[in-house]
């Protein structure tokens, strides 16, 4: 296959198991795992630290306790972490619980912003590689529209004495903290960005936010976690979701937004959930060859655990997500017809890839969004700015996981048929 005229040459990336690093990434690994060693993932450790570095007790409702302990047992049983890797979920899962401290000493302080609405937001659900990050862009180009920003999705609330220098006219720290940490992932990971771009500024998944709460998918992503999974899934998230509600509040209380245009692949599995959370949302339910994203979903979670493991079982990852995305699959064939039907607009890759700001406009139709000359000029100017593809492309194969095509194409039959799909290639 060659490359289109300025754009790199597909590849294949065929360091999977066993990854090769430049001597820069493998000294910082190297500093990564010494630090790690030792270091507990253990629930009472890790909220102890997040409460000496905030200098704050309280993390509101407590449930999430119960959640957190399961999830470290499964990273710690389940996952095969490096001492890196260690390092790497102590520093998120800190992280994620100092964001919850900053949250509710916010909402203590300014008890307004429980007053806030979230009012009819257009909730994007599609697993990855079904057009979702590009159809995201575009609706987040739209200057009407408020969306998740990376280095906000990180930390969406300051701590108190950041917040106050920002108010005295500091700039935000979060943007640069946001570009130091990618640029770990950019050199550790150069495809990456053939896959998914990252940068400061993208609009990124708010499954980042329900995370605050130690309720998602997320966290599976840094490895097969079937402890984890098992409990995710046989757990009700209706009051994960409500608290996702409430740090949405607090962005808009703090940056502003009247409608939101959200997106998370997590959704699938969770229509019922998220109807009731947002009951006069409009959906938009994103669908491609199932095992053509598997395929592509398989490399970009093994290419990832270059960051946490060793060395990666590329079957094993493979096995894992052919079973997950079915699962998730299933959930969404069969709570599909209880989205409203008024509401809810159905996009398959290849009409959208044909043209798709004619389906953004049917979106906008559907959730009574205005669409004029200056939203397409917007779009415009985004799309000539990030044109897609500019970074080349990676070349998949489910065989390369241990995975047989048409075992997985016959497994999958129910989706191809109920969303009219077809086969890739």
Known sequence: MR?????????????????????????VLAMMADAGRGLALEPDALMDAAARETGLADFGPTDFVERLGVLCRSMREDAGLSDAGVLAQHVLLVGLLKSRLFLEDLVRRHPEILDERITAPIVICGLPRTGTTHLHNLMSADPALRWLPYWESREPVLAPDEAAAVRAGAPDPRPERTARALWLVNAAMPYFNRMHEMTVDHAH????LLAVDFSTMLFETTAPLPGWRDYYLSHDQTSSYQYLVKILKALQWLRGGTRWVLKSPQHLEQFPVLRATFPDATFVVTHRDPAAVTASMATMIAYTARMSRDRVDVAAVGRYWADRLERMLRSCAADRDGLPAARTVDVVFEDFMADDVATVERIYRTAGQPFDGSVRAAMTEFMAAHPRGRHGTVRYDLRAF???PGERRQALAFYYERFGLRPEG
Request: hydrophobic share 35%.
């Open 3 to 27: 490359a289109r005229a300025g754009r790199p040459a597909p590849v294949e990336i065929d360091d999977l198991a066993e990854p090769r690093f430049t001597d820069e990434v493998r000294s």
């Open 205 to 208: 998944e708010e499954i980042q």
């Open 402 to 404: 241990g995975l047989d």
